[in-house]
């Protein structure tokens, strides 16, 4: 059973056992940060886009295809997928808005 990291070193984690010996290393760390490198993360923001993007992405994706749109735009096929359902909602939001409306977090009552 591994335990806790005993030391890190060239972005590999090694472990020791209860008896002290090494018990084995994984090569990806997730999470360390390496003194060498930038500060920047690999991790994706999450990103939100305002009705008119949208509407962009849907008319884009209507003359040409879903993944053609997606990759022209850099997002995931599947949320253009999702605006194309939400196509008529979109029109009828103003432009600047990021969320349709009934969208978020709900009051407590």
């Known amino acids: 059973m591994l335990h806790d990291p005993a030391y890190v070193k060239d972005d590999a984690m090694f472990f020791k056992g209860k008896d002290g010996t090494r018990r084995g290393h994984c090569i990806a760390i997730v999470g360390i940060k390496n003194e060498n490198k930038d500060d920047t993360s690999d991790e ?20 040409t295809s879903n993944r053609a749109a997606a990759r022209k735009f850099s997002i995931d096929e599947a949320i253009v997928r999702y605006w194309r359902k939400q196509k008529d909602k979109l ?16 009051a407590l009552r």
């Open 91 to 106: 029109q009828s939001t103003p432009r600047k808005k990021k969320r349709l409306p009934g969208a978020g977090r709900k």
């Open 44 to 63: 994706a923001e999450d990103e939100s886009f305002d009705a008119a993007f949208k509407l962009n992405v849907v008319e884009e994706a209507k003359k």
